[in-house]
């Protein structure tokens, strides 16, 4: 028989219904819950506060760890009940909702959020709901397939509401490695010199008496599939794997690399692909999310050993990882997103850090959030705390998008997330961009002669040209800086007219 999921005898007598724990968040109220890139988020008690939303007005804010399932931030959003959210979302509903401005939406660092929950930066936490694959004798919490922001928003909330999910396996008690670290002047460095260590607890700390309700539920984690990869994405993945090779040969890299980290998204996907088919071995990462080609690298016997926050795997993908978890186990821990994206960590490791930008300028700056410079996509989420801190920081974009009407490569970003200081390579289907140790003007050359569409390189070229007349350290000609933006608006398109 499966061991039972609740072990304190004492907090039986608090499971309930989905529409009862519900009952416990008032309009007004600020809800912290579990839940990293459709992973491990609560299910049944937001679609129960949903259904609620109907029959009386309800207006609350919504922390999370990131991006949660359609349960969470679509149900919710559309309802009409979220005032306030942060750190970082991608369901289309509450993307709308936030572009409309009827959610007001706080774009933070992920590593940040909980550390400004604790200063008290961010408000009080009335409750927090949260995944859990079972509930230990004393009380405390074992995550499911994320860690996100959980530890600290069962520290800081007033009442904790729990869901038992039981399509999540027990198996996954001991994978997560659970550490708070104290808040300033009493900080200590956080000690972990190596991916493999273990520095907390395989539980979330939780004063039984704080246990509001606990829910049973078993809606699976609603994942993404993951598009395949594709011929540009594919170039990306070897361009950026022969400039691995050649960085390995001028001693500036290790042969088995240092920890590598990755985004979100298929080109994030296909880049690790590509490694699974490179001769690499003996691979390390120091990541947040977990995607289906780590898996692959793990099953093909290169990668060594791997940290995140969540398995965010495709269907396909958490199927395989649920058929193999007692062999993946060995070789993966999820710990907090605060110590998984921690600057002082990702310094100290080395990290290789691989994120997706939407547009670069030809100075190096980069936007990874605005559509256009105005309409928000998903959200910093832990590009900034790895590129900042990375010993590579690499973003990848395909070269143009929309079928070429747009150019990823512009003369200035219409909103910037990264500036010149953290973006060390850019690299697009046609090549590399390598940064470092160049100043502005140099750095622009490299830019548009190895990055850019060919299509849009002479116009690149022109626009560089005239900046140069006009002098500066970092030339522009400032009416025309967004005016590749101002044409797309006009007539669907950055290429002039004619
Ligand atoms: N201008 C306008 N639209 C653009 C664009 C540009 N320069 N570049 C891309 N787009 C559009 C695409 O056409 C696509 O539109 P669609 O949804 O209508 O098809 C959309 O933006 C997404 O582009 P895609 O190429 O599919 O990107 P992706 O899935 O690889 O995601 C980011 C790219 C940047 C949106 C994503 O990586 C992200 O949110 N990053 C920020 C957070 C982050 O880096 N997290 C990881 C840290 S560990």
């Given at each position: 028989?499966?061991?039972?999921?609740?072990?304190?005898?004492?907090?039986?007598?608090?499971?309930?219904?989905?529409?009862?724990?519900?009952?416990?968040?008032?309009?007004?109220?600020?809800?912290?819950?579990?839940?990293?890139?459709?992973?491990?988020?609560?299910?049944?008690?937001?679609?129960?506060?949903?259904?609620?939303?109907?029959k009386e007005r309800i207006k609350i804010n919504l922390w999370t760890g990131a991006s949660v399932g359609d349960e969470l931030?679509?149900?919710?959003?559309?309802?009409?009940?979220?005032?306030?959210?942060?750190?970082?979302?991608?369901?289309?509903?509450?993307?709308?909702?936030?572009?409309?401005?009827?959610?007001?939406?706080?774009?933070?660092?992920?590593?940040?959020?909980?550390?400004?929950?604790?200063?008290?930066?961010?408000?009080?936490?009335?409750?927090?709901?949260?995944?859990?694959?079972?509930?230990?004798?004393?009380?405390?919490?074992?995550?499911?397939?994320?860690?996100?922001?959980?530890?600290?928003?069962?520290?800081?909330?007033?009442k904790v509401i729990v869901e038992i999910n039981t399509s999540q396996p027990l198996e996954l008690e001991g994978m997560h490695?659970?550490?708070?670290?104290?808040?300033?002047?009493?900080?200590?460095?956080?000690?972990?010199?190596?991916?493999?260590?273990?520095?907390?607890?395989?539980?979330?700390?939780?004063?039984?008496?704080?246990?509001?309700?606990?829910?049973?539920?078993?809606?699976?984690?609603?994942?993404?599939?993951?598009?395949?990869?594709?011929?540009?994405?594919?170039?990306?993945?070897?361009?950026?794997?022969?400039?691995?090779?050649?960085?390995?040969?001028?001693?500036?890299?290790?042969?088995?690399?240092?920890?590598?980290?990755?985004?979100?998204?298929?080109?994030?996907?296909?880049?690790?692909?590509?490694?699974?088919?490179?001769?690499?071995?003996?691979?390390?990462?120091?990541?947040?999310?977990i995607q289906d080609s780590v898996f692959d690298l793990i099953d093909a016997g290169k990668m060594r050993f791997v940290s995140?926050?969540?398995?965010?795997?495709?269907?396909?993908?958490?199927?395989?990882?649920?058929?193999?978890?007692?062999?993946?186990?060995?070789?993966?821990?999820?710990?907090?997103?605060?110590?998984?994206?921690?600057?002082?960590?990702?310094?100290?490791?080395?990290?290789?850090?691989?994120?997706?930008?939407?547009?670069?300028?030809?100075?190096?700056?980069?936007?990874?959030?605005?559509?256009?410079?105005?309409?928000?996509?998903?959200?910093?989420?832990?590009?900034?705390?790895?590129?900042?801190?990375?010993?590579?920081?690499?973003?990848?974009?395909?070269?143009?998008?929309?079928?070429?009407?747009?150019?990823?490569?512009?003369?200035?970003?219409?909103?910037?997330?990264?500036?010149?200081?953290?973006?060390?390579?850019?690299?697009?289907?046609?090549?590399?961009?390598?940064?470092?140790?160049?100043?502005?003007?140099?750095?622009?050359?490299?830019?548009?002669?190895?990055?850019?569409?060919?299509?849009?390189?002479?116009?690149?070229?022109?626009?560089?040209?005239?900046?140069?007349?006009?002098?500066?350290?970092?030339?522009?000609?400032?009416?025309?800086?967004?005016?590749?933006?101002?044409?797309?608006?006009?007539?669907?398109?950055?290429?002039?007219?004619?």
């Amino acid at each position: 028989m499966e061991e039972p999921r609740v072990r304190c005898p004492e907090l039986l007598k608090k499971v309930t219904s989905a529409a009862e724990a519900a009952e416990l968040i008032k309009d007004g109220m600020t809800v912290g819950t579990s839940g990293f890139t459709p992973a491990g988020y609560p299910k049944a008690v937001p679609l129960a506060l949903a259904e609620r939303a109907k029959k009386e007005r309800i207006k609350i804010n919504l922390w999370t760890g990131a991006s949660v399932g359609d349960e969470l931030d679509g149900a919710l959003a559309r309802a009409g009940i979220i005032n306030k959210r942060l750190p970082y979302q991608t369901n289309e509903s509450i993307r709308d909702a936030i572009n409309r401005r009827e959610v007001q939406y706080i774009d933070i660092h992920l590593s940040q959020v909980a550390q400004q929950a604790r200063y008290g930066f961010l408000g009080h936490l009335d409750v927090a709901i949260v995944e859990a694959v079972a509930i230990t004798p004393e009380g405390y919490l074992i995550p499911s397939t994320s860690v996100g922001n959980t530890p600290t928003f069962v520290e800081l909330a007033e009442k904790v509401i729990v869901e038992i999910n039981t399509s999540q396996p027990l198996e996954l008690e001991g994978m997560h490695d659970i550490y708070i670290p104290a808040d300033p002047p009493k900080r200590k460095p956080i000690p972990l010199t190596r991916v493999d260590e273990r520095i907390g607890t395989p539980y979330i700390l939780c004063e039984p008496d704080k246990i509001a309700a606990i829910v049973f539920t078993d809606i699976p984690d609603n994942v993404r599939p993951l598009a395949p990869v594709d011929a540009i994405s594919k170039q990306m993945a070897e361009n950026l794997i022969e400039f691995f090779k050649r960085e390995i040969k001028a001693g500036r890299l290790p042969d088995k690399l240092l920890p590598l980290q990755s985004g979100v998204g298929s080109v994030a996907n296909a880049v690790l692909a590509g490694l699974a088919q490179s001769d690499f071995s003996d691979l390390e990462f120091y990541s947040e999310v977990i995607q289906d080609s780590v898996f692959d690298l793990i099953d093909a016997g290169k990668m060594r050993f791997v940290s995140g926050t969540s398995i965010t795997a495709s269907e396909a993908g958490l199927k395989r990882f649920y058929e193999n978890i007692k062999s993946y186990r060995q070789k993966i821990i999820l710990r907090p997103q605060e110590i998984s994206n921690n600057p002082e960590v990702i310094r100290r490791l080395g990290i290789i850090a691989m994120n997706t930008a939407i547009e670069v300028d030809i100075y190096g700056n980069v936007n990874s959030t605005h559509i256009m410079g105005t309409r928000m996509m998903n959200g910093i989420g832990g590009s900034g705390d790895f590129s900042r801190s990375a010993y590579l920081s690499i973003f990848a974009t395909p070269s143009t998008a929309k079928n070429g009407a747009i150019s990823c490569i512009v003369p200035m970003v219409s909103h910037v997330d990264h500036t010149e200081h953290e973006v060390h390579v850019i690299v697009t289907e046609w090549g590399v961009a390598d940064l470092r140790n160049k100043c502005p003007v140099e750095r622009a050359q490299e830019i548009i002669n190895n990055c850019a569409h060919p299509d849009y390189r002479p116009l690149l070229k022109e626009y560089l040209d005239k900046a140069l007349k006009r002098g500066g350290h970092t030339p522009h000609c400032l009416e025309e800086a967004l005016s590749w933006h101002i044409r797309f608006g006009a007539h669907g398109s950055m290429k002039p007219k004619n």
